[in-house]
């Protein structure tokens, strides 16, 4: 493990924000710090949303814009190219969520071809991004995953899915713009997996164009990676994985209480993180066949990778390694290790500010529950806002 402690640098972290936004970054992490104002919150948003009520505007000026690049892609333009000037690259994330017809995932698919096209000419957004789920309904994932026969009509509709995700990795190889594709819930997993690793064998034939993302927070995800490694070199294609820690813990845990099956979740974090650190490492030394984008806040699994790259002789700048993070979080990985030459790409949601409602509830569910994450970024903020002498 690397001594120096990089990420501490709040000069570096910051240095794109204001005093304004900064002071906005603050106000915004003790609200979320404090438990019972998310669930208030939270409540209060949706019915208010649903109610129609006038607080677009409210929600724009400070979640939104906190923790989303604009409301479409020309809007996000500004901040990425300020970000890319740090040497931070952006993946567009169309985060509209919770769709269930036919003409909304066209337009899901549309709207990432369109991404696509729009990134073909900018370096600055070097990689797409989809969830399954934007593409076809979850329960028909669920119900061809399962080996259940589905309906004509069921057929008809899972091949429509099939012909999305290859609209979009055909893009992906023409363009030399790799495409990761999100993980979602275990009981959808299996099916987008098979799929998933049709399209690599198809289009990952000269390098990694495709690639899936791993939940190293169920137990079986590194067995996985391992069996994909054996089927890809058998095949002669190339692997490209996101691994990322989780993000349905909660839902994945009640529903096998549920359902009275074993849980697919780690028993603890502990064992969630050497998993993760376990999949880095099995990467980095397949590194020839298989390519890593390395989605974590986590700051020691971020120095790990940093110490594996470097034990494996591989420079900062690898074209098959990447660093990941959100939109308006761990800015201090994000740019310590820009300003250093390694390659790191921030996720940067954007949608109407009403569609991406699900996606900014579970940030702030998410930072309120994940231990240390809010105070850490609270600390490195009012360290910042310390070292510039703003007021407290």
């Known amino acids: 493990m690397t001594s120096e402690r990089i990420f501490d640098n709040t000069e570096i972290a910051f240095s794109l924000k204001s005093d304004t936004q900064l002071e906005r970054a603050y106000f915004l992490f003790k609200m979320i710090s404090i438990e019972p104002l998310v669930r208030i919150g939270t409540a209060a948003t949706n019915f208010a949303l649903k109610a129609h009520l006038p607080i677009e505007g409210l929600i724009r000026s400070t979640v939104f814009d906190h923790f989303c690049g604009g409301v479409n892609e020309e809007d996000c333009l500004p901040i990425i190219q300020r970000m890319f000037e740090k040497g931070v690259s952006s993946v567009l994330d169309y985060s509209v969520e919770g769709k269930e017809n036919e003409t909304e995932f066209d337009l899901a698919m549309q709207t990432i071809l369109k991404i696509m096209d729009f990134s073909k000419e900018i370096k600055a957004i070097p990689i797409a991004v989809f969830k399954p789920s934007g593409l076809g309904r979850l329960h028909l994932y669920e119900k061809k995953g399962s080996g259940e026969a589905l309906t004509k009509k069921e057929q008809e509709e899972w091949n429509t899915i099939v012909s999305r995700y290859d609209a979009i990795c055909s893009k992906a190889k023409q363009y030399d713009i790799a495409v990761l594709i999100d993980a979602e819930e275990s009981w959808m997993q299996d099916a987008a997996d098979a799929l998933v690793t049709d399209m690599m064998q198809k289009y990952n034939t000269e390098k990694p164009i495709v690639f899936n993302t791993l939940q190293m927070y169920r ?101 098959r390694v990447w660093f990941g993070q959100l939109y308006g979080m761990s800015d201090n990985i994000s740019f310590n290790l820009a300003h250093r030459g390694y390659n790191v790409a921030k996720y940067m949601p954007f949608g109407p500010v009403k569609d991406v409602m699900p996606y900014l509830i579970r940030r702030a569910e998410e930072n309120t529950s994940v231990a240390g994450q809010t105070g850490r970024e609270l600390n490195l903020i009012g360290k910042e806002k310390q070292r510039r002498k703003l007021n407290n």
């Open 219 to 319: 137990h079986d995800r590194l067995d996985f990676l391992k069996n994909q490694h054996e089927l890809a070199k058998s095949k002669g294609f190339y692997l490209g994985y996101k691994l990322v820690r989780g993000a349905y813990l909660e839902k994945e845990n009640d529903r096998a209480a549920d359902n009275n099956y074993k849980t697919p979740i780690c028993a603890n974090k502990a064992e969630t993180d050497k998993n993760f650190n376990d999949g880095l490492e099995y990467i980095i030394k397949s590194i020839d066949t298989i390519s890593l984008f390395a989605g974590t806040h986590n700051e020691e699994s971020s120095y790990f990778l940093m110490t594996l790259m470097k034990d494996h002789a591989l420079e900062h700048n690898d074209e």
